[in-house]
T-cell receptor
Framework: GQQVMQIPQYQHVQEGEDFTTYCNSSTTLSNIQWYKQRPGGHPVFLIQLVKSGEVKKQKRLTFQFGEAKKNSSLHITATQTTDVGTYFCAGPVWGTYKYIFGTGTRLKVLA | DVKVTQSSRYLVKRTGEKVFLECVQDMDHENMFWYRQDPGLGLRLIYFSYDVKMKEKGDIPEGYSVSREKKERFSLILESASTNQTSMYLC??????????FGQGTRLTVV
């Protein structure tokens, strides 16, 4: 079946260090979305990228969508303790209503 | 304020019981989804619906069924609960191709 893998699965960083998570889909996605899930919470939408090669920034967060619309990345500059959580990529499989999520990257930030 | 409401936050059921998980959204969204979340596996799609009475299997539909008689309500049914269905269940809704809004989740334990 269609899969979306994220690496790494876990990442521990010191506060102030940078962090990157990579998302790779086995199938083309119509767009890519990123979500953040705090411990004990549900996933909350961060951003959507639609065009291949698109790059978007949100303060310390930079998001990229690959040319083939199968991969994406999220980079956080100078992490803070408030960045703690699990980050998921997600998106609709091209031409369908099927909405799939990645395996997630759990980020821990040490003060 | 947009809202997706799941009927229970915590549920304990016995093996073999028929279990109903209810989800209601107040945003007039066409699309609704049921996922289960397990550590290291991300959010796996069980079933989704893109219109009233329309449903499609996701990646792990075995042992589950769904019902969507009204646009705002999407129910997940475990026909005969088993211990390997112990998990966090998340319901979401969205407009086509746009961000998904999640309920607070139901932590189901099957004993």
């Amino acid at each position: 079946g269609q899969q979306v893998m994220q690496i790494p699965q876990y990442q521990h960083v010191q506060e102030g260090e940078d962090f990157t998570t990579y998302c790779n889909s086995s199938t083309t996605l119509s767009n890519i979305q990123w979500y953040k899930q705090r411990p004990g919470g549900h996933p909350v939408f961060l951003i959507q990228l639609v065009k291949s090669g698109e790059v978007k920034k949100q303060k310390r967060l930079t998001f990229q969508f690959g040319e083939a619309k199968k991969n994406s990345s999220l980079h956080i500059t100078a992490t803070q303790t408030t960045d703690v959580g699990t980050y998921f990529c997600a998106g609709p499989v091209w031409g369908t209503y099927k909405y799939i999520f990645g395996t997630g990257t759990r980020l821990k930030v040490l003060a | 304020d947009v809202k997706v409401t799941q009927s229970s936050r915590y549920l304990v059921k016995r093996t073999g019981e028929k279990v109903f998980l209810e989800c209601v959204q107040d945003m007039d969204h066409e699309n609704m989804f049921w996922y289960r979340q397990d550590p290291g596996l991300g959010l796996r799609l069980i079933y989704f619906s893109y219109d009233v009475k329309m449903k499609e299997k996701g990646d792990i539909p075995e042992g589950y069924s769904v019902s969507r008689e009204k646009k705002e309500r999407f129910s997940l049914i475990l026909e005969s609960a088993s211990t390997n269905q112990t998990s966090m269940y998340l319901c979401a809704s969205s407009l086509d191709g746009f961000e998904a809004f999640f309920g607070q989740g139901t932590r189901l334990t099957v004993v």
